[in-house]
């Protein structure tokens, strides 16, 4: 997509806030990119992210809802950072999954990868109503990947129940080998899958099944 002078502008406006906080920790960035480019920490720069987060639209010479999209898709992966645990980020974060109109489904993919990351086990309970929210299509694909991370049985039986879907079936079949240990009673489960019309679910489901347990 080509860069427009309202795109420009509204990176420039976010950008003299960045560099003006960056610099208290240190650090000369200029951009959002530079924010999600660096292996520096910028805790300083988060409030900032999150007061934008809230009032971005206001700011900034935007009013298609495509550029509005990525643009907060940017800032949130610049919050896709230590120093954004345990902030208004993540509440935040989850609201952002139903804007209206709703976002695309890769800005909600920017935003729930974010969650992966952030969220902490106390957040079950909500990322697990997010995960199971099929209105969210493909974009809830990373949460699904934390419920199995957090290797508790009811993590598991979510994902598994959500495969049925075709925005996340591959994705949730691939997640769902990480869980440890497999239950042999997912066998029957996954082997429906081995002829599905997607050859991406077909493959995911062949390796999946190699882990199960017998």
Do not use: C
């Not at 934008?52 to 009013?63: F, G, S």
């Not at 980020?89 to 709703?102: D, K, N």
């Not at 800005?107 to 992966?116: F, G, S």
């Amino acid at each position: 997509m080509p860069v427009t002078p309202q795109w420009r502008a509204a990176h420039d406006i976010l950008g003299k806030d960045i560099a003006k906080a960056a610099r208290r920790d240190g650090l000369t960035i200029t951009s959002v990119s530079g924010l999600v480019n660096t292996n520096r920490r910028y805790p300083s720069v988060i409030p900032v992210l999150i007061d934008w987060l809230k009032h971005a639209e206001h700011r900034v010479p935007l009013t298609d809802p495509f550029d509005l999209d990525r643009f907060r898709s940017s800032i949130y992966r610049a919050l896709t950072t230590i120093d954004a645990m345990g902030t208004e980020a993540v509440p935040l974060l989850m609201s952002e999954f139903y804007r209206e109109p709703q976002q695309s489904p890769g800005t909600l993919d920017a935003a729930a990868n974010a969650l992966r990351y952030l969220a902490v086990p106390s957040d079950f309970d909500r990322i697990a109503a997010l995960a199971s929210d099929r209105s969210l299509g493909s974009g809830r694909a990373a949460l699904l990947e934390w419920l199995i991370t957090q290797g508790t049985p009811e993590g598991l039986q979510i994902v598994v129940e959500q495969i049925d879907d075709e925005t996340v079936r591959a994705l949730g079949i691939k997640f769902i080998r990480q869980y440890k240990p497999l239950p042999a009673g997912l066998r029957p489960v996954i082997e429906h899958y081995l002829d599905d019309p997607d050859s991406e679910v077909r493959k995911q489901a062949t390796r999946t099944l190699r882990k199960i347990l017998d």
